[in-house]
């Protein structure tokens, strides 16, 4: 099923007329749930909730996350990119990685994920935490990224701390590097940036570029 056939569904095991979720989540009219309903792909991102709460529901059930399968299809939640729907191709989703203090990097393939062909992604990660959330990511999210040993300054992505030991962590984070220091600053500012200096830099691994993140949350 997909979103807008969910919705449908919740919408009627409640025995609610179109016209009352209309009323209950900001629409004028009938019409513009029974386009949701048809395809699903004229519910804003933003909506996802007010609609969840209507039916007495989770933001997840109607996005399809509480599915129990081995492939889940984000691609059709709004991103950050506009992406298009008619081609695709599988991901692998690898852990979770922080978004705020480092945490473990687990390297097992926890399921795939679905994403357009024109997202140049090599995996996805799993954020956890709140430091990202002025860059619009949230604790959650599913963020895509590109392997390549190095970024622009500014730049977001996923790196590795102290990836020589037994058990590397990961973290997102903007990334600065100069000629004797680099600099992981968070989106957030309850959070103080991770400087490393002189030989802390051997520590800093950077394993690729945050390049798409799909997010049910506004």
């Known amino acids: 099923m997909n979103i807008g056939q969910r919705i449908r569904q919740k919408r009627e095991e409640l025995n609610m007329t179109q016209e009352e979720l209309a ?45 129990d399968k081995n492939i889940i299809d984000y691609t059709r939640i709004s991103n950050i990119m506009p992406l298009p729907y008619n081609t695709s191709r599988r991901v692998p989703l690898i852990g979770t990685i922080a978004c705020g203090t480092p945490i473990l990097a687990g390297e097992n393939v926890e399921r795939e994920v679905l994403l357009p062909e024109n997202v140049s992604a090599d995996f996805c990660l799993r954020c956890k935490g709140d430091s990202m959330i002025n860059a619009r990511i949230y604790d959650g999210d599913i963020v895509f990224i590109r392997k390549q040993p190095s970024v622009e300054n500014g730049e977001i992505a996923a790196v590795l701390i102290d990836d020589m030991a037994d058990v590397a962590e990961a973290t997102l984070k903007r990334v600065y590097v100069y000629e004797n220091k680099i600099i992981l600053s968070a989106e957030n500012t309850n959070y103080e940036p991770f400087v490393y200096v002189g030989e802390e830099m051997n520590n800093v691994r950077i394993v690729g570029k945050a390049v798409a993140f799909l997010s049910a949350v506004k």
């Open 23 to 67: 009323k209950k989540t900001g629409y004028k009219s009938r019409s513009s749930i029974n386009k949701i309903e048809s395809d699903g792909r004229g519910l804003p991102q933003s909506k996802i909730k007010i609609f969840a709460e209507a039916l007495n529901t989770t933001p997840s059930y109607l996005i399809g996350w509480d599915e």
